[in-house]
Every structure is written in C-alpha cells, then in structure tokens.
C-alpha cells in the first residue's frame, strides 16, 4: 500500500512524495496534497497496483460494499461523480476493513497498515 501522486498517475507513473511531503518526485514536482494524492493497492492476483478511491460519504454504512456493475462486465464505470459501488476488490476490501475498524480516511487506514505491518515485521 502506498500513495502516490494522483496527476503523476493519470499519466502512467508512479511518483511518491519527497522527504519533506511538499511535492512530488517526478520532475514536474506537483504539489503534494490531500487531494491531489492517489491510495495504491498492491494486487497479488493482477500482479499490479490498483487504485483504492475514497470511502464513499453515507451518514450510515452499508451491510456490504457490492462491486460495480460496469466494471464487472469489463468496462469503464460512466456513472458521474463518485460511484458508491467497488471498482476492484482491493478497494471492496479495503473499504470493509475501514467501515469494520472505523475509519473514515486513506491517511487514517494508510497509518493503520503501516502500525500492522511494522508489528509483523518486529515480532
């Protein structure tokens, strides 16, 4: 899991923050936000990165994340703003680990994994 500069991978590149968090490596250097900054996946099944959106805003949270029709049947998803439906599973898990542990934000959930994983690899 990693974030990666949002405009960078429109693009096709991956380019991580620099130290100091205010841009970009790419030589662009865009600018390193919130906003601007894209959650990445590592899928083990497509032996790539895959992009894990933002946990839908909804004043309750639903039983399950159901995955998108669109992309189920291969294609893009159209649906304008932000679709509430799974683009991958990754991000269908993803967003069932945050709605179980209360978590509301990547850089929240980005935390937590980086917490877990130093964990396994002290013990």
């Known amino acids: 899991m990693k974030f990666v500069c949002g405009q960078c991978w ?10 100091a968090l205010k841009y970009c490596t790419a030589k662009a250097r865009h600018s390193w936000t919130k906003e601007r900054r ?19 805003f909804s004043r309750t949270y639903p039983q399950q994340y159901d995955m998108c029709v669109h992309v189920m049947k291969q294609k893009k998803c159209h649906y304008i703003g932000n679709c509430s439906f799974a683009h991958s599973l990754e991000e269908r898990d993803v ?12 850089q929240q959930m980005y935390d937590m ?11």
Request: charged content about 30%.
């Open 38 to 56: 894209v959650l990445l996946v590592k899928s083990f099944e497509k032996k790539k990165w895959v992009v894990v959106r933002p946990l839908p």
């Open 95 to 106: 967003w069932t680990y945050m709605k179980d542990n209360s978590l509301r934000d990547m």
């Open 113 to 123: 994994w980086l917490t877990m994983t130093n964990q396994k690899q002290t013990h």
């Open 10 to 19: 429109r693009d096709g590149q991956v380019n991580e923050p620099d130290k």
